[in-house]
């Protein structure tokens, strides 16, 4: 059974894992381990184009071992029917969501109407809190907190997600109960449905932390605002083109 019939999903925002820059130690992967940030995001392109009814391209960026290069915006230009945001993975890119390296990326933000999404987690690179003061610095760009501060209870992401329009959270990895929480302080706009699938294998969907977001959830929330949670607010945020 596929993944549509099994469990309701049309369609999904990928990005290519290639783009770590450190390994789970935060230790920088050696020179002849790292592949080129246009080479990393040309695959997904690559894969992207195949599939566009079913896939959009999140970029994954290279901001501590490459840094900014105008052929970022080149791959953009070219490509942008294909691309729905821009991605930063602090933790293994082992540099701060607030550093200047990240902050260079964000005219292209600005310049192609671009939401940025980043991992989050309790770690001081990758802190809700430099999320928070980006997007306060920032305010024509959205900004998705991933995992809604990973590994932690989740209380400062959405606390900060609550104040301020362009901050949004998303589910991935995210107790059921805690996301209902965000919903309830930050309002059913400012949460998305995401999963890191298939980071879990090829039954992802079927995890622990996803099977109540897409077989109980409904009842609790009512059609409207699982409907808003489960594609209607990336559908706004990140400007699907659905078939």
Known sequence: MCIRDRYGIDFALVSNVEGTEADHHQNLLPAQEQID???VNRRVLDLVSKNPTKLGAQLWLKPHTEG?????EELISKNRNLIYSLKFHP???KLSFASQEVARYLELARKYDLPVVTHTAGDEDSSPDAVYEVAKRNPDINFVMVHMGLGTDNERAIALISKLPNLYGDTTWVKPEKAMKAIKVCGIDKIVFGTDNPIDGLDTYNHEFYKVYLHELRDT???EDYDKLMYKNAVKLFKLKLA
């Not at 900014?68 to 970022?72: C, Q």
């Open 221 to 223: 929330l009512g059609q």
């Open 91 to 93: 933790y293994h890119s």
């Open 68 to 72: 900014f290069k105008p052929e970022v």
């Open 37 to 39: 940030q246009i080479e």
